[in-house]
T-cell receptor, first 116, second 116 residues
Framework: AQSVSQHNHHVILSEAASLELGCNYSYGGTVNLFWYVQYPGQHLQLLLK??????LVKGIKGFEAEFIKSKFSFNLRKPSVQWSDTAEYFC??????????????FGKGTKLSVIP | GAVVSQHPSRVICKSGTSVKIECRSL??????MFWYRQFPKKSLMLMAT?????????EQGVEKDKFLINHASLTLSTLTVTSAHPEDSSFYIC????????????FGPGTRLTVT
């Protein structure tokens, strides 16, 4: 079975601070990795995804994530956060579930609060 | 981009009644749709996977007779919570996959169910 661990439940930053949200997964096979964002009152949106190739993935709104296979990690980063980045961020892993389907497993989410 | 809608966005029902939630892919055909349940301060929990024209595959611990899923067309899946109880109160989210090889899930805005 696959699992996803997000290290921080709630992160509070001032505007212009740098952001790094940790994500580790456990799964022995090939994985696809995702970061989703959920702004207050809105639905989940895809920030970025990694399937293969360059382990440094760039997404929307200045976010990027680095896949480090040896560490089973896929941390999300942004050099300078804005108040509008206040949201909940979910890391997700997609691997073969053994039941004939590819299941997406989510971490518990990290709430980011950016103070103006 | 791919858009998924859910209806209703909020519903309040009395204990013992049934509630139907619709999930539609608006601009694409969804071969597979997923139903999740999101608990406060917790991750999304996959409830079931539904493929058009076939029976849904439920995750372990999810009562298939309580959470009826129908995927009658390539653009519509419904989740019916039968004989709802207060503990069924939650945020229900659907997602859809476009085509057989698309690994990205597009999420609906969710439905807040409150059972009184």
């Amino acid at each position: 079975a696959q699992s996803v661990s997000q290290h921080n439940h709630h992160v509070i930053l001032s505007e212009a601070a740098s952001l790094e949200l940790g994500c580790n997964y456990s799964y022995g096979g090939t994985v696809n990795l995702f970061w989703y964002v959920q702004y207050p009152g809105q639905h989940l949106q895809l920030l970025l995804k990694y399937f293969s190739g360059d382990p440094l993935v760039k997404g929307i709104k200045g976010f990027e994530a680095e896949f480090i296979k040896s560490k089973f990690s896929f941390n999300l980063r942004k050099p300078s956060v804005q108040w509008s980045d206040t949201a909940e961020y979910f890391c997700a892993v997609k691997g073969y579930s053994g039941a004939g389907s590819y299941q997406l497993t989510f971490g518990k989410g990290t709430k980011l609060s950016v103070i103006p | 981009g791919a858009v998924v809608s859910q209806h209703p966005s909020r519903v309040i029902c009395k204990s013992g009644t049934s509630v139907k939630i619709e999930c539609r892919s608006l601009d694409f055909q969804a071969t597979t749709m997923f139903w999740y349940r999101q608990f406060p301060k917790k991750s999304l929990m996959l409830m079931a996977t539904s493929n058009e024209g076939s029976k849904a595959t439920y995750e372990q611990g999810v009562e298939k007779d309580k959470f009826l899923i129908n995927h009658a067309s390539l653009t519509l899946s419904t989740l019916t919570v039968t004989s709802a109880h207060p503990e069924d109160s939650s945020f229900y989210i659907c997602s859809a996959v476009q085509g057989a090889s698309d690994y990205e899930q597009y999420f609906g805005p969710g439905t807040r169910l409150t059972v009184t």
